[in-house]
């Protein structure tokens, strides 16, 4: 708390707000007992707390008591989360087992829900739930494949240090032996082989670390739903200092032991560098890139495939042509107003209002109702009778709504799953009675089934549901070929005729299903520009490979040359060691970016095939690219002259 006693919520007419709201309001001065009026309420400031986190559930809002008699009698009522605080997380069983002995309504519904208490920091992960208030959720499969592939691309750094000492060994072998010689003991020699590798390590971290601040004051920012502001995460910097030092030692453990390991025959005699085991071993580091290399752009090439579908595919209703207006407390208020005045616009074909928009989400309202004497459940939305028609929705059975369907207690269209699952037909009615509910809602007609959610989930029972009350959004049908920032200026000024303060949020249909898939198209974007990082460095490392195999090959290639090969012979030949290389990891890779990717689809209801394709394109790109690399390194040395070759050697 900054101002002010947490005991403020035990009144009813007192409020707690952030203290960034508090400093809005009352800038230079206290704000404790002043009052605060809004929408729906009218208190005093009885305090002011530290405002939270971004990445808090808990987020900065004006906090009142609530009422004592809030939801008395209704038992089902889910508008609100519980946080309990347990002596023990081992009693929670008891906890819950409890719960449901005294439940009052246990036979007829907790037996079709699942009831659980969830440790606070799992919530964020946790997205197979009914009723969520909760709507920035995480995923821990994507997190873990940004984390593997930040692994990856050190280790391919690593991997490319090792190949890059090796091709340098000929350089360093006569200074190393000389000090050898001169009595310089070997431990010391590794020991400053191993520093230097580590000082390379952190001045790269160094370099890193100002990258990211540079990058965390541009729009890079945004790729990133934690954000990377440094200031914000110093034990994550910290930390990432300590593995870069740890990856200094790694990596430079090999070439510390490898280039003080020659005996000084070997080295006057120079063909340690044509040793099975140091072809073997730079074979192998060179095959890791090329197996990572082809999994990451694999994997790239499903996920923006993937968000394609979702994004671009067909939700069962027109949604080219409709806007989404958010509506505030006085718009909602006056919906039939709304609709008349907006279908006065010209460019405007149709209005309805919902409670939700459809396919913006996985979270609807969920009804339990009796059907011919049978608990049904469903997820409906509130609308009006226009929504079939704005939407262009065709029934396949019965009608569709009329403008008196709204009165009494309304009523339905349903979806093909629930009339599969439930046997709903037209002409029935769903039923409720319980305590002080009573309602009979007609079923008018069956459509067939719409993408009302999102493609992680799949299509359960689903209705429209038409009758009077409150809506939160407005669903604008516009002409096709009209200009359409025109008819977002001829909404606004209509609706500041209705009330002048509203700030209009107008936003066409593709727009709020990227909302919906943000998560999802930001790791697509983090996948591809990773990828293409992780492939630009593999290939520095085949270049350091092909720069130190060259260099032992010149004898061959000018004794080649003698006899009478071709320049493009001589490229075929120092190309195939590479394309058999390839050939073998593209096989290693298939089965593991396979599994992977089957893994990550395992988070959505609908996903792509795995096109075979796919795979064959990753191997022609990478082969494509090595090629080209391997040729213009070797093109100079297949065309220099064999007698200074031969005179070299």
Same mark, same amino acid.
């Given at each position: 708390?900054?101002?002010?006693?947490?005991?403020?919520?035990?009144?009813?007419?007192?409020?707690?707000?952030?203290?960034?709201?508090?400093?809005?309001?009352?800038?230079?001065?206290?704000?404790?007992?002043?009052?605060?009026?809004?929408?729906?309420?009218?208190?005093?400031?009885?305090?002011?707390?530290?405002?939270?986190?971004?990445?808090?559930?808990?987020?900065?809002?004006?906090?009142?008591?609530?009422?004592?008699?809030?939801?008395?009698?209704?038992?089902?009522?889910?508008?609100?989360?519980?946080?309990?605080?347990?002596?023990?997380?081992?009693?929670?069983?008891?906890?819950?087992?409890?719960?449901?002995?005294?439940?009052?309504?246990?036979?007829?519904?907790?037996?079709?829900?699942?009831?659980?208490?969830?440790?606070?920091?799992?919530?964020?992960?946790?997205?197979?739930?009914?009723?969520?208030?909760?709507?920035?959720?995480?995923?821990?499969?994507?997190?873990?494949?940004?984390?593997?592939?930040?692994?990856?691309?050190?280790?391919?750094?690593?991997?490319?240090?090792?190949?890059?000492?090796?091709?340098?060994?000929?350089?360093?072998?006569?200074?190393?032996?000389?000090?050898?010689?001169?009595?310089?003991?070997?431990?010391?020699?590794?020991?400053?082989?191993?520093?230097?590798?580590?000082?390379?390590?952190?001045?790269?971290?160094?370099?890193?670390?100002?990258?990211?601040?540079?990058?965390?004051?541009?729009?890079?920012?945004?790729?990133?739903?934690?954000?990377?502001?440094?200031?914000?995460?110093?034990?994550?910097?910290?930390?990432?200092?300590?593995?870069?030092?740890?990856?200094?030692?790694?990596?430079?453990?090999?070439?510390?032991?490898?280039?003080?390991?020659?005996?000084?025959?070997?080295?006057?005699?120079?063909?340690?560098?044509?040793?099975?085991?140091?072809?073997?071993?730079? %074979?192998?580091?060179? +095959?890791?890139? #090329?197996?990572?290399?082809?999994? *990451?752009?694999? /994997? @790239? =090439?499903?996920? $923006?495939?993937?968000?394609?579908?979702?994004?671009?595919?067909?939700?069962?209703?027109?949604?080219?042509?409709?806007?989404?207006?958010?509506?505030?407390?006085?718009?909602?208020?006056?919906?039939?107003?709304?609709?008349?005045?907006?279908?006065?616009?010209?460019?405007?074909?149709?209005?309805?209002?919902?409670?939700?928009?459809?396919?913006?989400?996985?979270?609807?309202?969920?009804?339990?109702?009796?059907?011919?004497?049978?608990?049904?459940?469903?997820?409906?939305?509130?609308?009006?009778?226009?929504?079939?028609?704005?939407?262009?929705? %065709?029934?396949?059975? +019965?009608?569709? #709504?009329?403008?008196?369907?709204? *009165?009494?207690? /309304? @009523? =339905?269209?349903? $979806?093909?799953?629930?009339?599969?699952?439930?046997?709903?037909?037209?002409?029935?009615?769903?039923?409720?009675?319980?305590?002080?509910?009573?309602?009979?809602?007609?079923?008018?007609?069956?459509?067939?089934?719409?993408?009302?959610?999102?493609?992680?989930?799949?299509?359960?029972?689903?209705?429209?549901?038409?009758?009077?009350?409150?809506?939160?959004?407005?669903?604008?049908?516009?002409?096709?070929?009209?200009?359409?920032?025109?008819?977002?200026?001829?909404?606004?000024?209509?609706?500041?005729?209705?009330?002048?303060?509203?700030?209009?949020?107008?936003?066409?249909?593709?727009?709020?299903?990227?909302?919906?898939?943000?998560?999802?198209?930001? =790791?697509?974007?983090?996948?591809?520009?990773?990828?293409?990082?992780?492939?630009?460095?593999?290939?520095?490392?085949?270049?350091?490979?092909?720069?130190?195999?060259?260099?032992?090959?010149?004898?061959?290639?000018?004794?080649?040359?003698?006899?009478?090969?071709?320049?493009?012979?001589?490229?075929?030949?120092?190309?195939?060691?590479?394309?058999?290389?390839?050939?073998?990891?593209?096989?290693?890779?298939?089965?593991?970016?396979?599994?992977?990717?089957?893994?990550?689809?395992?988070?959505?209801?609908?996903?792509?095939?795995?096109?075979?394709?796919?795979?064959?394109?990753?191997?022609?790109?990478?082969?494509?690219?090595?090629?080209?690399?391997?040729?213009?390194?070797?093109?100079?040395?297949?065309?220099?002259?064999?007698?200074?070759?031969?005179?070299?050697?």
């Amino acid at each position: 708390m900054i101002e002010g006693d947490i005991d403020a919520l035990n009144a009813p007419d007192k409020v707690l707000i952030s203290e960034s709201l508090a400093k809005k309001l009352f800038p230079e001065e206290s704000v404790l007992g002043k009052q605060f009026i809004g929408d729906e309420i009218k208190a005093e400031i009885g305090g002011v707390y530290q405002d939270f986190p971004e990445n808090s559930i808990i987020g900065n809002a004006v906090y009142q008591k609530i009422p004592d008699k809030e939801g008395a009698g209704i038992w089902q009522y889910n508008n609100y989360e519980a946080y309990i605080l347990v002596d023990d997380p081992a009693n929670i069983p008891g906890i819950l087992d409890n719960y449901r002995k005294n439940y009052r309504d246990n036979t007829d519904y907790w037996d079709k829900k699942d009831l659980r208490l969830t440790h606070l920091p799992d919530v964020y992960y946790q997205t197979d739930l009914v009723f969520e208030s909760q709507t920035n959720k995480g995923n821990r499969a994507q997190v873990l494949i940004l984390f593997f592939i930040a692994l990856i691309i050190v280790v391919i750094a690593a991997i490319n240090f090792i190949n890059f000492s090796n091709a340098l060994t000929p350089i360093r072998l006569k200074s190393i032996n000389t000090q050898k010689v001169l009595g310089c003991p070997v431990g010391t020699l590794r020991m400053s082989i191993l520093f230097e590798a580590v000082i390379l390590c952190l001045l790269a971290f160094s370099l890193a670390v100002v990258l990211v601040n540079l990058l965390s004051r541009t729009t890079f920012s945004d790729t990133v739903s934690g954000g990377i502001s440094l200031s914000a995460h110093l034990p994550l910097i910290a930390g990432a200092g300590v593995f870069a030092l740890f990856t200094g030692l790694i990596a430079g453990c090999w070439p510390a032991w490898y280039i003080t390991s020659f005996q000084p025959a070997m080295v006057l005699k120079g063909n340690f560098g044509r040793s099975s085991k140091g072809r073997s071993l730079r %074979s192998f580091l060179v +095959g890791v890139q #090329f197996v990572v290399s082809f999994i *990451l752009i694999v /994997g @790239a =090439l499903f996920i $923006n495939i993937q968000n394609r579908m979702m994004t671009r595919s067909s939700l069962g209703f027109e949604k080219e042509q409709v806007a989404i207006i958010k509506l505030n407390k006085k718009l909602s208020s006056n919906t039939n107003i709304l609709r008349k005045e907006l279908s006065q616009i010209p460019e405007i074909e149709g209005v309805a209002t919902t409670d939700r928009v459809i396919g913006g989400g996985d979270t609807y309202s969920n009804y339990g109702r009796t059907y011919k004497g049978e608990q049904i459940f469903y997820n409906l939305i509130h609308t009006d009778p226009s929504i079939l028609d704005v939407l262009g929705i %065709s029934v396949m059975e +019965g009608r569709g #709504f009329l403008p008196e369907d709204a *009165l009494g207690d /309304g @009523a =339905l269209v349903f $979806n093909e799953t629930a009339r599969r699952e439930f046997g709903v037909e037209p002409g029935t009615v769903i039923e409720m009675d319980w305590e002080q509910y009573h309602f009979r809602e007609k079923v008018v007609g069956i459509m067939d089934d719409i993408k009302y959610n999102s493609y992680r989930s799949d299509l359960g029972p689903f209705a429209f549901y038409v009758k009077e009350g409150f809506r939160n959004y407005a669903l604008v049908r516009i002409q096709k070929g009209v200009n359409y920032q025109a008819v977002v200026e001829s909404v606004r000024k209509m609706l500041k005729q209705i009330d002048p303060d509203y700030p209009l949020e107008m936003n066409l249909y593709n727009e709020v299903l990227n909302n919906v898939y943000s998560k999802e198209l930001v =790791l697509g974007r983090q996948i591809t520009l990773f990828s293409i990082i992780a492939i630009l460095i593999s290939l520095f490392g085949v270049f350091g490979v092909v720069l130190f195999e060259s260099e032992y090959k010149r004898r061959e290639i000018a004794i080649r040359k003698v006899f009478g090969s071709t320049i493009r012979e001589i490229l075929f030949l120092l190309n195939n060691q590479y394309l058999r290389i390839l050939s073998v990891c593209f096989v290693l890779a298939i089965p593991l970016s396979w599994y992977l990717i089957s893994s990550w689809l395992k988070n959505f209801s609908y996903k792509t095939p795995m096109y075979w394709w796919i795979f064959a394109l990753a191997f022609i790109a990478v082969t494509f690219i090595t090629v080209i690399t391997i040729t213009i390194q070797n093109w100079r040395m297949a065309n220099t002259n064999p007698v200074d070759s031969i005179k070299t050697e």
